[in-house]
């Protein structure tokens, strides 16, 4: 029996490597895989990395479990709360759209997605990017905490002296996959360890 898929929101906040490389440790892990990228995220991400976001697309739907739909179709599966999931993670999150979710406003399949994720109770996380913050920003950020969400922004593991951003990219990839409950625990390589000071 295939297991419920995971919803990958890709808005259009930098940060895309991180969406990227989600995807590709969710269908490692033989993870059912659902993406919905805004228009501004194929945008950003042809500006950040040196693959189209239609070629890695390309290259995820040749796994079993992968699946993609249009932000603008509302009549995707992922816009009912009758469509089993295990959860979304929107990698990364712009301000808008946390803005748009924090009050209820889900014009696109993306928003209805994670809309859909709250009411129905299941793990939603949120990788922000943008810094820094003024209060607005911080109070839609507390609302989305309050119904249930995580708040994952990408900090670099500074205890863990990561050498480049391949590091801290798989570091907050690991984090989400914790927070859906996909892992159960980070890597022994990235767990805190009390150093001798």
């Not at 390309?58 to 999931?85: C, K, M, N």
């Not at 607005?136 to 670099?156: C, D, F, K, V, Y």
Request: net charge negative; glycine share 4%.
């Amino acid at each position: 029996m295939v297991a419920s898929p995971v919803i990958v929101g890709i808005t259009g906040a930098s940060g895309s490597v991180i969406a990227r490389e989600l995807v590709d440790a969710l269908l490692e892990r033989e993870t059912p895989v659902v993406t919905v990228a805004s228009n501004a995220a194929r945008m950003v991400w042809h500006e950040e990395l040196d693959e189209s976001y239609n070629d890695a697309v390309a290259r995820w739907v040749e796994h079993p479990h992968f699946t993609q739909y249009a932000v603008s179709d509302l009549f995707a599966p992922i816009a009912s709360g009758t469509f089993p999931t295990a959860g979304m993670v929107i990698a990364p999150a712009s301000m808008n759209s946390v803005a748009s979710l924090a009050h209820g406003l889900t014009p696109n399949l993306l928003l209805r997605a994670a809309d859909v994720t709250l009411k129905e109770r299941r793990p939603l996380t949120l990788i922000p990017r943008e810094t820094p913050l003024h209060a607005i920003h911080l109070e839609n950020m507390l609302t989305l905490s309050r119904m249930g969400a995580t708040i994952l922004p990408p900090e670099p593991p500074f205890y863990l002296k990561p050498l480049d951003i391949d590091g801290v990219v798989r570091f907050v990839v690991q984090r989400a996959l914790v927070s859906l409950g996909i892992a159960d625990r980070l890597p022994d390589d990235m767990q805190y360890r009390d150093r001798e000071r």
